[in-house]
């Protein structure tokens, strides 16, 4: 392999949603350089982003195609040797799949490229499962301190090697910091497409955010929305909030707002969510920042993630004037890096990716084999056509050819229809179990 510092870096993301791959791509900057020479396979399923999607994250790659599993395997297989680095910006059982996937095309293959994943946002749920269905990569970023420590015991804890475990931070904090209110003032709320996921609470919120833009008529109240209606995003939104708006009368000071989650910030003077990760954005920049009690402080919400960081209010008291104290020495634990020290927050994986590029890669070994779960990981690679062993299962889709156009017209045809399934019928049937 040629000397990697002689040319540009190459690097390969693959991303099954909007927001993965606006972590995967911005990832790959933080790596390698600003002027990454950067290749991006969108994993086809529910929630391969829309064009749309893909203009609002704002990030853009040198070649952007959608694929399989198979395809991009395939693709790795053929010349290893032009990327640095792979990014694998996907769910934890895809990245599973993934990694023996390429275990198996790159097997003997010791100039290779360096193998990274990891979070988008906060690990709040399925800490064991997700992070074990990651294992197997090079490299396993942490967005905080505090997610370095949970990943490395849990890997521990289960004899798996926990090396590949790098700290940094999330790859889309910045912005200019907070430091006066605007005119007007600007509340903003920040709606999640699965939290929390019954029409009854996505309803109350909703009014309680229609509510405070009444009180204040001299705010700007902002509901700032992840999709429109009919596309998906990491998380499936059954019941989108701009349907339950159709029902509401809404004050002129009240408006629905799609756009990146940065420039909305820029003009955002308190923001209010559930559990999203725009809380660590906002943090981050020092705006005022509110996780919301209102439905509990639950596990199935998130926001007990939010536990000691001084951002736990609830409608009332915000309604009534009161403002959120972040702690410090939390904000800092989770990598949020409000003191200044951001700049520096990748230099530690950056290091640790120079160092393995500089060696022969180790054959890829997941601590999932079929040996240790033989009764799960078959199921796991079956779901993106693979064997056991990582090689494509016969009569994979497009496993040895490129995708006909008539293919392509059927795959996003049914694509729409399952959006359609999911967002319509769905909804409906389990009304009508209910009477």
Known sequence: ???????????????????????????????????VTLDGFLLRGRATPTPRQLTEVGVRADRL?????????????????????????????????????????????????????????VVYEKLADGLLLRHGADVV???????ADRFRAVYEGVGADAGSVTECALPFLGGTPYDKPHDPYTVVFAAQPSVPDTVADRRYLLERLVRHAKAHPD??????????????????????YQKLAQRLELPPNFRL????????????DLLVTVSSTAALEALHRRIPTVLLTDLGVREALGNHHFTGSGCLLSWDRLDAGELPAPDPAWVARQGVAADGTYGQAFDGARAEVEALLAA???AIEPYYSRTTAPGYLPRILA???LAPDGSPLPGAPAGDRDPSAVRQIVRRAARGAYRHGVQR?????RRMGEL
Request: no cysteine.
């Open 360 to 362: 022969d890669r180790p």
């Open 65 to 121: 195609r959608e694929v399989t599993a198979v395809e991009f395997l395939r693709e790795m297989e053929r010349a290893p040797e032009e990327y640095d680095v792979v990014v694998l910006a996907l769910v934890g059982g895809a990245v599973q799949a993934v990694l023996h996937g390429l275990a198996h095309v790159w097997r003997g293959v010791t100039r290779r490229p360096v193998v990274v994943t990891g979070y988008v946002g």
């Open 219 to 240: 705010r700007e109240v902002l509901l700032k929305l992840r999709s429109k209606p009919g596309e998906h995003t990491t998380h499936i939104e059954e019941t989108p």
């Open 425 to 429: 019928v769905a909804p409906v049937i």
């Open 257 to 268: 707002v799609y756009g990146n989650m940065g420039e909305v910030l820029d003009r955002t």
């Open 1 to 35: 392999m040629p000397a990697r510092n002689e040319k540009t870096p190459r690097v390969a993301v693959l991303a099954d949603s909007d927001t993965r791959w606006k972590w995967g791509a911005l990832t790959a900057t933080r790596l390698r350089s600003e002027d």
């Open 383 to 385: 779901r993106h056509h």
């Open 141 to 147: 970023l942490a967005n905080s301190a505090y997610d």
